[in-house]
């Protein structure tokens, strides 16, 4: 089975801009999470979609958004972007059910905001 | 954001020697996740654990599900040059807002 897919892997963007961010889960999984790595926060929690509708959301601000669309295939955008958005952004995919949440993740997009 | 707590932050060791690892909470976890990150990618899923008092092993790596269900442990036997990266632990919970919380690393480097 192909593993987690994101594209792009690389972007620079500059202060004010937009950024679509792309994840293909794999194959049968129907949970998508998304999360922000930074050296100093480490790995937090964005926000997780599941039957295209978000079903858990973490503590960032409203810049940050997403959607999943009927493939399970996820996007997440950020407006705005501000020089601490700056991290790699990591997509998670799951089956969904006790015992199956085992999260498997992407390589990352690492933005860049100059 | 929520974290757990992971130690050591570093270790420097000798190419062969014993690792351990380990994550606390004051959360009840209904799974604990390992997982090695290299630089410049996603982290990569060792070892998953569903049962308190579970003990996994994969390959050089064995974990354990704490019987409190508030702390993982992971230790690597005999380790090799190939085992330098950051390890973390992840949690799920059902409560609050987060789905899987995680650790804040262990840095480990090993010395040929």
């Known amino acids: 089975k192909a593993g987690v897919t994101q594209t792009p892997r690389y972007l620079i963007k500059t202060r004010g801009q937009q950024v679509t961010l792309s994840c293909s889960p794999i194959?049968?999984?129907?949970?998508v999470s998304w999360y922000q790595q930074t050296p100093g926060q480490g790995l937090q929690f964005l926000f997780e979609?599941?039957?295209?509708?978000?079903?858990n959301k973490g503590n960032f601000p409203g810049r940050f958004s997403g959607r999943q669309f009927s493939n399970s295939r996820s996007e997440m955008n950020v407006s705005t972007l501000e020089l601490g958005d700056s991290a790699l952004y990591l997509c998670?995919?799951?089956?969904?059910?006790?015992?199956?949440?085992?999260?498997?993740f992407g390589p990352g997009t690492r933005l860049l905001v100059l | 954001g929520q974290q757990l707590n992971q130690s050591p932050q570093s270790m420097f060791i000798q190419e062969g020697e014993d690792v351990s690892m380990n994550c606390t909470s004051s959360?009840?976890?209904?799974?604990w996740l390992w997982y090695k990150q290299e630089p410049g990618e996603g982290p990569v899923l060792l070892i998953a654990l569903y049962k308190a008092g579970e003990l996994t092993s994969n390959g050089r790596l064995t974990a354990q599900f704490g019987i409190t269900r508030k702390d993982s442990f992971l230790n690597i036997s005999a380790s090799i040059p190939s085992d330098v990266g950051i390890y973390f632990c992840?949690?799920?919970?059902?409560?609050?807002?987060?789905?899987?919380?995680f650790g804040t690393g262990t840095r480990l480097k090993v010395l040929a």
């Open positions: 998670a995919s799951s089956l969904v059910g006790p015992g199956q949440e085992t999260q498997y």
């Open positions: 979609y599941f039957s295209e509708t978000q079903r």
């Open positions: 992840a949690g799920q919970t059902t409560s609050g807002t987060y789905k899987y919380i």
């Open positions: 194959s049968g999984h129907r949970s």
């Open positions: 959360s009840i976890f209904n799974t």
